[in-house]
């Protein structure tokens, strides 16, 4: 498996309820939860993509800890979610288009990018970025 794939199930999740923002957690290779953006309907300003997706999978797991997981994910994390990426102590974070893309866009955001939150935290994540980037932005179109 590499990283087009596992983007391709966040593309998927996002296109979900008209979604636009999909997540996926995977470890060894195989996703373990997946996830979309329920803003609108849950009438829920955090229940982003990532948000849902790590909550979904910590209930799961009865562990607030993702030490050894990845998160592939549709759009950068904002500031919010890269937070919860450092209170989880996830390993990566990949992400199809940035925070700049997304602006470029018309998609509300703040401007701070999850290199910067992680930067200012305790952990060391890894970040990859540009990941279907393309295809990420179709989401917008």
Not at 28 to 56: G, L
Request: proline share 3%; glycine share 4%; net charge negative.
């Amino acid at each position: 498996m590499n990283q087009e794939y596992f983007m391709r199930i966040a593309l998927e999740a996002a296109k979900k309820e008209d979604a636009l923002y999909g997540a996926v957690i995977v470890k060894d290779n195989e996703v373990v939860a997946a996830a979309y953006n329920t803003v609108n309907r849950d009438c829920d300003p955090s229940a982003h993509a990532e948000v849902n997706v790590i909550r979904n999978l910590t209930t799961q797991l009865k562990n607030p800890s993702l030490e050894g997981y990845s998160i592939y994910t549709t759009g950068e994390p904002c500031p919010m979610c890269a937070a919860a990426c450092v209170w989880t102590g996830i390993s990566e974070i990949i992400y199809g288009a940035s925070i700049q893309d997304l602006i470029s866009m018309n998609q509300a955001q703040i401007n701070i990018s999850c290199e910067e939150v992680i930067a200012k935290s305790f952990r060391n994540i890894k970040v990859t970025k540009g990941i279907l980037k393309n295809e990420c932005l179709q989401l917008f179109a």
